[in-house]
């Protein structure tokens, strides 16, 4: 069967005029169907969104290499991948082919550049040392302030090794600002890495924003003035951060409390001033996302713009007349809305609302319309470009996917009842509200939906009264809230902005009202195990089916989303996790739940839960019921008759290593050691955080530095609880004394 693309529909996508012949589908049932499916989405323009699913692909692929790649395979690869599409251009199959290919080069490429153009030094052990520096930013906390400083000298520390950034705490900030060089001695370490493989890497992140090291200041703080002039780089970002903690601290001073750290966040993106109760009570209730400035501040700051300078134009009717003032009000509104971004710290969700809005009024500058799906595509894969890091972190993944479902559902939501036309104004403005709280219902219900995926799998959990918060507090938000924040800020340079902010707080105060009564509910928050990344990869799949294709493709989309939902229903969930310095670690013990031996950290032990679908806090005593614990370690009876042994004094490798089936220690364990497996300080420095899985016949190793690994066992060789019982004195159960392990500052796991 020979099918020929009109031209019309060609010139509508960007393709040859001349396709050629497509591909015959000799061995394949609904060949037809499939051609005018094909056709319907050439006519709709949905090619290009791929472009930027498989520039992500590229990505993926990228972060997936164990060696540094070079930078030559990719680009060459790319630039054969473009020859070709241009040289196939006549053939529509082969074409598109070269194209993905060459979106596929091109995210590669740009993870290896990304990479190479933020490499800097980072720490490798702990110091205490004296450290210069200039201050870039400044983030008021509740217990003091977090800065990050651009690194001039470091004591005892090469300067081939002496990191480019530093992250620290101070107790007492009273008078550091940004742009101010202080001295003063601190305590650093380097980057944590993932508390599981899988869990969320600071280290990652701290690389790609040339973080080497984190810490804290201890000691008196001198401060003065930088010998020379900033370079024009540093000089901005202390200026925008002085004027971004100003206004900060204006707004929370006006409003006082809970709700004047909400109310800063939420114009300035500062959430430091947050206490950390009101976040819980903003999770529980699923509204958190209103601290995170995006779509809803970007569309509301660009639109008062828009509305302002076409208002302010229309009162002229001369200007009216003879001026484009819709297009003069668009060109205000893009300035406005990018100012606007970059004062808020241009998180990944503000620029890709920045790129759509900056996209739509470039449609209105050119008098056509703008696709939505277009749209978020070209914001990706501006992101991307510029970050491509971002793909694998949750910000970038929930902001996408649920702008992505809502889109999806757009066409639905458009569809207007017939006989409009005889109702009454009450009438009107009453199916007004209702067609209002049915969209803002719909919206939320389904933009939970598409980001409950990354949510289970970043944060495992899930707020199912989600729907509820959001309909309560969205309106207050935008009817109140925002509004006020822009009205606030144009009155800050007048100085006549605090009633403003008092009158945002008291709607603040009402939201945060509304989350505690919600957050109250039983069951608001679940605790899930974490997605496997097969699962995640499969509803991602299906999402981008599901979102990005016009015609009845978008039914395909039910088969990676159901296999996705079988996995997620049965999760494989590990057996022992290890801390990445051997301080802890947590056991399943034979009655099924984790058991923590050592001393781990409450951030890494509250992760190791939460990646379990443990809801139990880090300070609830079952945690460490099943342990049989000594001053030199613990030993944990585990599931199939294994016995875990967790060693934390060389004297107790003889015994452990005779009875146990594993041994685990952050002590490297004698050559002699007949366990079956020996996890020591060795492989932790080799390998990092690491997490364990017991099969019949093999022991399933997952490790943050050399990812997965299988090593086979006999299971006739695995001693039995009976005959370990009967061996020497048990161990009796108590607290196992503190020693020196190195304190870890908390505050470095959390996501920004």
Not at 180 to 203: E, K, S, V
Not at 708 to 735: K, M, T, V
Request: aromatic letters at 6%.
């Amino acid at each position: 069967m020979s099918h020929r693309i009109p031209r019309s529909i060609a010139r509508t996508v960007a393709l040859p005029r001349s396709m050629g012949r497509s591909i015959e589908w000799h061995l394949l049932d609904g060949r037809d169907w499939l051609s005018k499916t094909m056709a319907q989405e050439i006519e709709q323009r949905r090619l290009f969104p791929w472009i930027a699913v498989f520039f992500g692909i590229g990505i993926i692929l990228f972060f997936q290499a164990d060696a540094e790649p070079a930078l030559w395979a990719p680009v060459a690869a790319l630039t054969l991948c473009v020859a070709a599409a241009i040289a196939l251009r006549r053939n529509q199959a082969a074409c598109c082919t070269m194209i993905a290919l060459a979106a596929l080069f091109a995210g590669f490429s740009a993870g290896v550049i990304r990479t190479r153009s933020v490499a800097a030094p980072a720490l490798t052990r702990i110091v205490i040392t004296p450290v210069t520096g200039v201050i870039e930013a400044v983030e008021d906390r509740e217990e003091g302030k977090r800065l990050l400083l651009r690194v001039t000298d470091m004591k005892d520390v090469a300067e081939a090794e002496r990191p480019l950034r530093v992250r620290v705490s101070a107790r007492d900030g009273i008078g550091l600002s940004p742009g101010r060089l202080i001295t003063g001695t601190a305590r650093l370490l380097p980057p944590p890495q993932a508390a599981w493989p899988g869990g969320y890497d600071f280290a990652r992140d701290a690389y790609f924003k040339g973080i080497g090291a984190v810490g804290s200041l201890v000691g008196p703080v001198r401060q003065g003035d930088p010998a020379s002039e900033p370079d024009w780089s540093l000089w901005l970002a202390t200026r925008i951060d002085g004027a971004r903690n100003a206004l900060t601290e204006r707004i929370a001073s006006s409003i006082g409390g809970a709700a004047g750290g909400v109310g800063a966040a939420l114009v300035t993106g500062k959430r430091g001033l947050i206490p950390e109760h009101a976040n819980d009570v903003l999770r529980g209730a699923g509204i958190y996302h209103i601290v995170s400035i995006s779509g809803l501040h970007m569309v509301l700051a660009a639109g008062t713009f828009f509305w302002l300078v076409r208002a302010l134009l229309a009162l002229a009717p001369g200007l009216a007349l003879l001026w484009p003032v819709k297009k003069i009000a668009a060109v205000a509104a893009m300035i406005g809305a990018t100012t606007y971004c970059i004062f808020s710290g241009s998180d990944v969700a503000t620029e890709r609302s920045l790129i759509m809005t900056l996209v739509m009024f470039g449609a209105v500058l050119a008098d056509r319309p703008a696709l939505s799906i277009r749209n978020l595509s070209l914001a990706a894969l501006v992101v991307l470009a510029r970050e491509p890091e971002a793909l694998l972190g949750p910000s970038f993944q929930m902001s996408f996917s649920a702008v992505a479902a809502m889109m999806a559902l757009v066409p639905l939501m458009q569809r207007r009842p017939l006989g409009e036309g005889t109702l009454t104004i009450v009438e009107r403005g009453l199916l007004w509200l209702g067609r209002a709280m049915l969209g803002l219902v719909t919206t939320t219900l389904v933009a939970s939906i598409g980001t409950a995926p990354f949510a289970a799998y970043h944060f495992q959990s899930l707020n199912p009264y989600g729907l509820i918060g959001n309909a309560l507090a969205l309106p207050l938000v935008s009817l109140v809230v925002m509004p006020s924040a822009v009205l606030g800020v144009l009155a800050y340079p007048f100085g006549l902005d605090r009633p403003i902010w008092q009158v945002m707080g008291t709607a603040v105060s009402q939201v945060l009202n509304v989350s505690a009564w919600v957050g109250s509910f039983s069951g608001s928050t679940l605790v899930v195990p974490a997605l496997s990344s097969v699962a995640l990869v499969s509803l991602s799949v299906g999402l981008i089916v599901l979102t990005i294709p016009a015609s009845s493709l978008r039914l395909l989309a039910l088969v990676p989303a159901g296999l996705g939902l079988a996995f997620a229903a049965k999760p494989d969930r590990y057996d022992i996790f290890i801390d990445r310095d051997g301080a802890g670690a947590a056991i399943r013990s034979k009655g099924g739940q984790l058991t923590l031996v050592g001393r781990p950290s409450d951030f890494v032990a509250e992760q190791w839960l939460r990646a379990d679908g443990d809801a139990r806090s880090v300070d609830d005593g079952s945690l460490r019921r099943d342990a049989r614990c000594d001053a030199a370690g613990c030993v944990v009876a585990a599931t199939g008759g294994r016995w875990i042994a967790f060693v934390q004094d060389f004297s107790a490798f003889e015994e452990d290593c005779r009875r146990a089936t594993v041994v685990v220690s952050r002590l490297e364990a004698p050559s002699s050691c007949t366990a079956r497996f020996v996890w020591d300080g060795k492989a932790l420095k080799e390998r990092g955080a690491t997490t364990l899985r017991f099969n019949p016949e093999a022991i399933e190793v997952r490790s943050v530095r050399k990812g997965r690994e299988i090593r086979s066992w006999s299971s006739a060789d695995l001693p039995h609880e009976e005959a370990l019982s009967a061996r020497g004195r048990p161990r009796q159960a108590r607290p196992v004394p503190e020693q020196d392990f190195p304190e870890e500052d908390l505050s470095t796991g959390e996501p920004d």
